[in-house]
């Protein structure tokens, strides 16, 4: 079966660089999430779309911005990295966003901010 | 983190033996899924259970949900080596868009 990709899967960048993470749902998903986890930590969440419009907010920083596109992949875009930034940044999708159904996740990608 | 404890934080048991991971939370709920995660991999999902559900089981897998207490457990029979990992319990809340809310994750480790 099909899985979430996520592109790349390694990434890293000096401070004050900028990142591009890309996510491609599952078939006939419309909801991507995106979530952070740092080193020895529980993903947190970042940001979620529903059929390309913005429908949760978390702790994302305002130097990240993301969204979705008309084919349903998403993009996450981080500006001005910073150290703490080096985390495992995974990508979900779900079908519909209520809440009620399984997200899946992709594997990843792990940013190094040097 | 934002949603509660998962307990014990490390349990190590010896294959074959049953490992059991609770998770509490805080407000309430629409379902409560469990995650696998292997060191630094990826989040695999395994079970979903609803707020209106009680129990659910997959393979060797059983999971309990009681609202009263706003607590979960999953049990894991006959363990093997290779269901060493993280386990980690997520929320979606009853109100909100789907994002889920991690507990802070067992580790879990099978000695063969």
């Known amino acids: 079966a099909a899985g979430v990709i996520q592109s790349p899967r390694h990434l890293i960048k000096e401070k004050r660089e900028t990142a591009t993470l890309k996510c491609y749902p599952i078939?006939?998903?419309?909801?991507v999430y995106w979530y952070q986890q740092g080193p020895g930590q529980d993903p947190q969440f970042l940001i979620s779309f529903y059929e390309k419009m913005q429908s949760d907010k978390g702790s994302i920083p305002d130097r990240f911005s993301a969204q979705q596109f008309s084919d349903y992949h998403s993009e996450l875009n981080m500006s001005s990295l910073e150290l703490g930034d080096s985390a495992l940044y995974f990508c979900?999708?779900?079908?519909?966003?209520?809440?009620?159904?399984?997200?899946?996740f992709g594997p990843g990608t792990r940013l190094t901010v040097l | 983190s934002q949603q509660g404890e998962e307990d014990p934080q490390a349990l190590s048991i010896q294959e074959g033996e049953n490992a059991t991971m609770n998770c509490s939370y805080k407000?309430?709920?629409?379902?409560l899924q469990w995650y696998r995660q292997n060191s630094g991999r990826g989040l695999v999902h395994l079970i979903l259970?609803?707020?209106?559900?009680r129990e659910k089981h997959s393979g060797r897998l059983r999971v309990t949900l009681d609202t009263s207490k706003k607590s979960s457990s999953l049990l894991i029979t006959a363990s093997r080596a290779a269901d060493t990992a993280s386990y980690f319990c997520?929320?979606?809340?009853?109100?909100?868009?789907?994002?889920?809310?991690f507990g802070q994750g067992t580790t879990l480790q099978v000695k063969p």
């Open positions: 979900a999708s779900s079908q519909g966003r209520l809440g009620r159904v399984e997200q899946f």
């Open positions: 078939p006939r998903h419309d909801t």
């Open positions: 259970i609803r707020s209106n559900e």
């Open positions: 407000t309430s709920i629409n379902n």
């Open positions: 997520a929320t979606a809340f009853s109100s909100n868009t789907g994002k889920l809310i």
